[in-house]
């Protein structure tokens, strides 16, 4: 069992940034490929960005391609999403998610774990 809890999100104003983090629970954070979705009101769940088990591959959605970049610590049991020029597109609850298969994945069906998501409002 994996319990994640999101921080950082908030309200910025376009342009600026925000680092969301996770942190896991259970001593197996290492082994799991962890992700990054995210959902506006109305719309699906959209896949954000995704890091393996190493931290040695991440691959990002083409629309925060350059701006957003994935990170994780496993001796802190957490990962990280590093938000640049943030556009008010970018507003939506961010779900981190562990997946028992250790690689970078853009399927959000693959995962196993879910937090409860952290708002992040980006102003025009």
């Known amino acids: 069992q994996v319990q994640l809890v999101e921080s950082g999100g908030g309200l910025v104003q376009a342009g600026g940034s925000l680092r969301l983090s996770c942190a896991a629970s259970?001593?197996?954070?290492?082994?799991?490929?962890m992700g990054w979705f995210r959902q506006s009101p109305g719309k699906e769940r959209e896949f954000v960005a995704a890091?393996?088990?190493?931290?040695?591959?991440?691959t990002y959605a083409d629309c925060v391609k350059g701006r957003f970049t994935i990170s994780r610590d496993n001796a802190k049991s957490t990962v990280y999403l590093q938000m640049n020029s943030l556009k008010p597109e970018d507003t939506a609850v961010y779900y981190c998610?562990?997946?028992?298969?250790?690689?970078?994945?853009?399927?959000?069906?693959?995962?196993?774990?879910w937090g409860q998501g952290t708002q992040v409002t980006v102003s025009s």
């Open positions: 890091i393996n088990w190493s931290g040695g591959t991440t």
């Open positions: 998610a562990a997946c028992a298969i250790p690689r970078a994945e853009t399927r959000g069906t693959q995962y196993d774990y």
């Open positions: 259970g001593r197996t954070f290492s082994t799991y490929g």
